[in-house]
């Protein structure tokens, strides 16, 4: 079973990554589907990725070997029970939806307007953006609900997943 479900995530899976400096021209994405590439790119991929999530998290020379291994022994909990990717926004009481609504509303602003959200964060940020899906909403709305849609479909694998897995 737990082969099944890894194959299904797998094959779902498309991963994103630009080159270039973000925001500014000359910039590439590149998506990498990964039901068309190859047992050992995707076998890269996880290596790479658990030893990046993991050390870039542990933080660098300030900390201790203690304070690191305690770190690296959460983040790879977090791995191990899906929680790895909750944002802060969901500790402030915002709704998935709204949190999907926003990473959609942000890609839409910048491919209209690069330059709209430069320097911007926080409650400015999510103001100006709050303000954009409000007068876009039939078409934002839509395509933040697939994506949520997507991404619990996604979480749901991974759980059924992870609960075979032991440490």
Same mark, same amino acid.
């Given at each position: 079973?737990?082969? #099944?479900?890894?194959?299904?995530? =797998?094959?779902?899976?498309?991963?994103?990554?630009? !080159? %270039?400096? @973000?925001? /500014?021209?000359?910039?590439?994405?590149?998506?990498?589907?990964?039901?068309?590439?190859?047992?050992?790119?995707?076998?890269?991929?996880?290596?790479?990725?658990?030893?990046?999530?993991?050390?870039?998290?542990?933080?660098?020379?300030?900390?201790?070997?203690?304070?690191? #291994?305690?770190?690296?022994?959460? =983040?790879?909990?977090?791995?191990?029970?899906?929680? !790895? %990717?909750? @944002?802060? /926004?969901r500790a402030?009481?915002?709704?998935?939806?709204?949190?999907?609504?926003?990473?959609?509303?942000?890609?839409?602003?910048?491919?209209?307007?690069?330059?709209?959200?430069?320097?911007l964060e926080?409650?400015?940020?999510?103001?100006?953006?709050?303000?954009?899906?409000?007068?876009?909403?039939?078409? =934002?709305?839509?395509?933040?609900?697939?994506?949520?849609?997507?991404?619990?479909? /996604?979480?749901?694998?991974?759980?059924?997943?992870?609960?075979?897995?032991?440490?």
């Amino acid at each position: 079973m737990q082969n #099944e479900n890894l194959l299904k995530v =797998i094959n779902a899976m498309v991963c994103e990554t630009t !080159i %270039g400096k @973000r925001g /500014e021209d000359g910039t590439k994405t590149f998506q990498l589907n990964l039901a068309n590439m190859s047992i050992n790119g995707i076998v890269a991929i996880l290596r790479y990725g658990a030893q990046r999530i993991v050390n870039d998290r542990c933080g660098g020379s300030d900390k201790t070997l203690k304070d690191k #291994e305690a770190i690296a022994s959460m =983040i790879c909990g977090q791995l191990m029970d899906g929680s !790895i %990717g909750e @944002r802060k /926004e969901r500790a402030a009481g915002v709704d998935l939806l709204t949190q999907f609504a926003r990473k959609v509303a942000i890609r839409l602003i910048k491919a209209k307007d690069k330059a709209k959200l430069k320097g911007l964060e926080g409650e400015k940020l999510a103001e100006i953006v709050d303000a954009f899906i409000l007068k876009n909403e039939k078409v =934002i709305l839509p395509m933040a609900q697939a994506e949520l849609d997507a991404a619990n479909a /996604e979480r749901e694998a991974m759980a059924g997943l992870a609960a075979e897995l032991e440490f």
